[in-house]
């Protein structure tokens, strides 16, 4: 036997359990803060792992495994859950012992996935968490005569308040040192129908030899391969045993059921069995007949009436901070942000290196960096409601209305958090198991509104919806803000509703989610939580957008024509030359001007943008409409600077919103001489940017949330047809009502 | 005492599992989470809409929507 060979692999432990259990904070309390996340190569799920030190100073990895209910996948988390006990991953080695985290005040449900995973013969430590809010209620667990009848150690924690924590290392060390100290004794056997039991092992013949690693699991294994009705199982498309499996699963099936045996729901029924039967014996409710805080809490915020206007008031506070508090920091950090690029132009000498670093990666980094004001109110609002419980109950107050339109209550969130923008919105359809319903709501998510797109919207209304009155009271401009964003709840819903009832039809999984009691927040948790989920932010759209900057900066400034740039240097000697003081600056700012206007006209983007110009002529835009919607693909509000540059505003500083209204209010069609600028343009303008996807970010997470090309291909089509239709029928419907 | 299906109950009625309507893959994770023959439920509460519902089974509280409960079968108990 090799122990505690120093020269030995780091030995690892996984954490398993029911989600709400409590196994983050355990996990946390094991590792303090030094964990990492990645992705299982190839799947959307988040691998966590950390560090921990032993009484005996060893050092051990963590591994926190997704929530899952069962060993039977049913979800991507589970699927991952199952291949990494079971040693099916190439990526994770199965671990050297495995910590089933276990809700004690509801231990029969959580015992379901801990009596599977003893099942599996590796050694195991059952960790009965929130023990203090079990013996409150009223619940106590012999935890002695639960050891002695599975075989294992069980050790009693509050994640929490780290109480426990120390024992559980204990426990961790000396049944690392002897995995044979805890044999698993727990066994489902007796409780099985003797017919089923000798069925069974002609589909365990079959697969033994891909479960070497772990030969006790077989059994179990071969009793969830029974149960799954529609061949989900990945072991059914194997080209050596696939088939014969499939015979051999339905044989046995139909021979079961000539005795009476439901295949399709054996192993709860008996595992449940087992379950009562242990539970019988080491757990002990001593029920008050009062109600909970949880009870009366839930009396208001599921009210029929409370219930509705608190979630409706909760919705209004996060808006409010979102849209409104978070500006300013946002308005600082754009600052500092010019500051540097301003001090940075200093610097450096003029040139292409300036011009990179300052239009290429101050201004990209910067991009990104103001969101993130928006971005960490958002998730500490997210992290806050889940670590309380209300999340579940903002589900469940609002699923019959999301019923309506094919998706289900926990889409909810991501299409809010869309708003502020797509990228966490798309991230947090994680937490919904249905495939179908999961992919129409990341479908969905670009449509709403995100906040990048909110400075289009300001200043094309400032600059063309007249400043009118409607019944005294409504403002016309505020009308037409909040019929864009009406525009894209409706288009959102719409679509949702049409893709659930088309290509994306069905479900693999009731809507079904736990009630958890309401806790008092843990603010150590909440901002862990919305930490690390603000670092995936940054890490995935921060480096796209960062790189997409450098592309559009390329795109913008290139190719250079030494003839003009020599045209413009002589310009500015010979200004230089007759005149001083304030005209001199006045001639050098103008051509300064003409300058940036003339090379974005004859650079890449703007050679994409008279391409499209055909394309986009019907909706009422012109070719510095076109460059625009090009730069918006790095990020939306770049149209704004576009458009700033081409007409000769200040493209820096306060001045260029008025600057720029002005500008556009005024500018005409050289060959038409008519107004370039309509309220029509406009509007057809800002109807487009509601429904056109522009932004590679989203088009890189679509990518990587569904694995698949396909998807995101899908998803900027659908998008950009729907935009371009909507913007024709805007601008060609309103020119046929003899609007302008 | 009757049998119904589980969204035919009221909020504070009891009942007792017999069963399903129909044999479908969905179901299973339904007994997964213990809803399975036998087990007792208790009406919490319906959602401020009308539907999900809140039961609570095995000393937890479910939320399930109404088309689910309707393919659930349970014998009526007294209610509290």
Redo the contacts between chains.
């Keep these: 036997m090799i122990k505690n060979n120093p020269g030995n692999k780091m030995k690892e432990i996984a954490l398993v359990g029911n989600p709400n259990t409590g196994k983050t904070t355990i996990f946390n309390a094991l590792t303090g803060l030094r964990h990492s996340t990645a992705n299982y190569p190839g799947v959307t799920v988040e691998k966590k792992i950390g560090q921990t030190q032993l009484p005996g100073g060893e050092e051990i990895s963590v591994l926190d495994l997704p929530g899952a209910?069962?060993l039977?996948p049913?979800s991507l988390d589970e699927e991952v859950v199952h291949d990494v006990l079971l040693g099916i991953r190439r990526d994770t080695p199965p671990p050297d012992l495995v910590l089933v985290i276990l809700d004690a005040?509801?231990?029969?449900?959580n015992l379901?996935l801990a009596t599977q995973v003893l099942e599996t013969g590796i050694p195991v430590i059952l960790v009965l968490n929130m023990w203090d809010m079990a013996k409150k209620s009223g619940?106590t667990v012999d935890l002695g005569k639960l050891s002695e009848i599975t075989g294992v150690p069980c050790v009693a924690t509050v994640g929490m308040e780290r109480e426990g924590i120390v024992k559980l290392q204990q426990t961790i060390a000396l049944l690392l040192a002897d995995p044979v100290a805890g044999p698993t004794k727990f066994s489902l056997e007796p409780f099985l129908p003797d017919r089923l039991k000798t069925e069974l092992d002609k589909i365990v013949v079959l697969i033994e030899d891909r479960l070497k690693d772990r030969p006790k699991a077989v059994f179990g294994e071969a009793l969830r391969l029974l149960?799954d009705?529609?061949f989900r199982s990945p072991i059914f498309e194997s080209m050596k045993i696939g088939d014969l499996l499939r015979t051999e699963v339905l044989s046995v099936r139909a021979s079961l059921k000539e005795n009476g045996i439901?295949s399709?729901?054996v192993e709860?029924?008996c595992r449940?069995r087992a379950i009562d039967h242990l539970c019988g014996q080491v757990v002990q409710?001593v029920s008050h007949k009062v109600l909970t805080f949880s009870d009366r809490l839930?009396r208001i915020l599921?009210?029929?009436?409370w219930?509705?206007l608190f979630f409706i008031g909760i919705m209004g506070v996060i808006f409010q901070s979102i849209f409104s508090w978070a500006q300013v920091p946002m308005d600082l950090l754009s600052r500092a942000i010019e500051k540097l690029g301003d001090l940075a132009q200093g610097w450096l000498p003029a040139g292409a290196l300036q011009s990179l670093v300052v239009d290429g990666i101050i201004a990209g980094v910067g991009n990104v960096i103001v969101f993130l004001p928006q971005i960490f109110l958002l998730f500490f609002f997210i992290a806050l409601f889940e670590d309380t419980g209300y999340m579940?109950r903002a589900?469940?107050?609002l699923?019959?209305?999301m019923?309506k339109v094919g998706l289900n209550g926990k889409a909810f969130l991501p299409l809010l958090s869309s708003f502020a923008c797509t990228v966490p919105g798309i991230l947090s359809t994680r937490t919904i198991e249905d495939r179908n319903d999961r992919l129409a709501t990341i479908l969905v998510a670009p449509l709403m509104s995100c906040s990048a797109r909110l400075p289009i919207y300001t200043l094309l209304i400032a600059a063309f919806i007249p400043n009118l009155h409607v019944f005294h009271i409504l403002h016309l401009q505020g009308l037409t803000l909040l019929g864009l964003y009406l525009l894209s709840i409706g288009a959102g819903l719409g679509v949702a509703a049409l893709f659930r009832k088309t290509f994306l039809k069905g479900?693999?999984?009731?809507?079904?989610?736990?009630?958890?009691p309401y806790r008092i927040p843990h603010l150590k948790t909440v901002f862990g939580t919305m930490w690390d989920r603000a670092k995936e932010f940054i890490t995935r759209a921060g480096s796209i957008i960062f790189l997409l900057s450098i592309v559009l900066w390329f795109l913008v400034s290139y190719p250079k024509d030494p003839g003009v740039q020599a045209r413009f240097a002589a310009e500015r000697q010979q200004v230089s030359a007759t005149l001083n003081g304030e005209a001199l600056k006045e001639h050098l700012g103008a051509i300064d001007h003409e300058q940036k206007d003339l090379q974005l006209r004859s650079s890449f983007a703007g050679s994409l943008g008279k391409a499209i110009e055909p394309a986009i002529r019907p909706l009422g835009f012109n070719w510095e409409i076109g460059i625009g919607i090009i730069a918006s693909f790095a990020a939306r509000e770049l149209l704004i600077s576009t458009l700033a540059i081409v007409h000769h505003v200040e493209t820096h500083g306060e001045g260029m919103t008025a600057g720029l209204i002005q500008a556009l209010q005024r500018q005409r069609s050289p060959i038409t001489g008519e107004l370039s600028y309509t309220p029509l343009v406009a509007l057809s303008l800002m109807v487009f940017y509601v429904l056109a996807c522009q932004c590679f970010s989203t088009f890189a997470i679509v990518k990587r949330e569904t694995g698949s090309w396909g998807w995101m291909f899908f998803m900027i089509f659908y998008m950009t047809g729907l935009a371009w239709s909507a913007s024709f029928v805007v601008y060609q419907g309103g020119r046929l009502l003899g609007f302008e | 005492m009757k049998t119904v299906a589980l969204d035919q109950l009221k909020t504070g009625e009891r009942g007792v599992i017999q069963g399903y309507q129909s044999e479908e893959d969905l179901h299973y994770r339904l007994k997964e989470l213990g809803l399975v023959t036998g087990t007792q439920i208790l009406v919490k509460r319906f959602a401020p809409l009308g539907d999900p519902m809140e039961i609570v089974l095995r000393g937890y509280s479910l939320s399930i929507r109404k088309q689910d409960a309707a393919k659930i079968l349970v014998r009526l108990q007294s209610a509290d």
């Design positions: 209910y069962s039977l049913r005040n509801n231990l029969e449900r379901y619940t149960s009705r529609i439901d399709t729901s709860p029924e449940y409710r839930d599921t009210h029929r009436v219930g509705i579940a589900v469940f107050v699923d019959k209305l019923k479900n693999r999984m009731p809507f079904v989610f736990e009630l958890p």
